[in-house]
């Protein structure tokens, strides 16, 4: 079983719905949570970045992060067909030396 | 503020030879990870260098190598390809020492025919 464990997709949804993407994980150690999004042929960005449990919102994202159920969560309102990406999560702990843990990517396809 | 900045972009090489790939962090960066992205493993972590020194390793065999510079510029080096190495190699730096606020580079795309 992977450390972390993200539903590759593809997710398919039309224009303007909310979408929401899901990893989970299983050390109870990981501390700090982030989302990641690439465009084909790109490398990853940086997107969201949170620490506690609870919500963190950033324009149309919202990341949510649940540790008691080792749950994270990115979230996208008014979906847009430029937001057609791979999403990524990754954590990490401190006492790992930083080493940050990923999950496989979902790849989301906005339908105009 | 330039961006991480990998060469080259795409390399074809031929089972058996060896490789290298740069990779030049944003000024004033001192981490640079390297992945190794394919459709069906994903990204996975290959080492990270902080200040000339290997801080982690993930588990690749020893044909996977790395350097870091002092000024921040890493090499990796990939020796006796394997088909199974065809990949996109990325680097990814960050200023604090950790991973958090990671950029990445465009890749550099190998192909091992």
């Known amino acids: 079983q992977k450390e972390v464990e993200q539903d590759p997709g593809p997710l398919s949804v039309p224009e303007g719905a909310i979408v929401s993407l899901n990893c989970t994980y299983s050390?109870?150690?990981?501390?700090?949570f982030m989302w990641y999004r690439q465009y084909s042929r790109k490398g990853p960005e940086l997107l969201m970045y949170t620490y506690s449990s609870g919500n963190k919102e950033d324009g149309r994202f919202t990341a949510q992060v649940d540790k008691s159920s080792k749950y994270i969560s990115l979230f996208i309102r008014d979906s847009q067909p430029s937001d057609s990406a791979t999403y990524l999560c990754?954590?990490?702990?401190?006492?790992?030396?930083?080493?940050?843990?990923w999950g496989a990517g979902t790849k989301l396809i906005i339908k105009p | 503020k330039a961006g991480v900045t990998q060469t080259p972009r795409y390399l074809i090489k031929t089972r058996g030879q060896q490789v290298t790939l740069s990779c030049s962090p944003i000024s004033g960066h001192r981490s640079v990870s390297w992945y190794q992205q394919t459709p069906g493993q994903g990204l996975q972590f290959l080492f990270e260098y902080f200040s000339e020194t290997q801080r982690n390793k993930g588990n690749f065999p020893g044909r996977f190598s790395g350097r870091q510079f002092s000024n921040s510029r890493s090499e990796m080096n990939v020796s006796t390809l394997e088909l199974g190495d065809s990949a996109l190699y990325l680097c990814?730096?960050?200023?604090?020492?950790?991973?958090?606020?990671?950029?990445f580079g465009q890749g550099t795309r190998l192909t091992v025919v």
């Open positions: 990754a954590m990490f702990y401190v006492d790992s030396n930083y080493q940050l843990i």
């Open positions: 050390n109870s150690a990981f501390q700090y």
């Open positions: 990814a730096s960050s200023s604090r020492g950790t991973n958090t606020e990671a950029f």
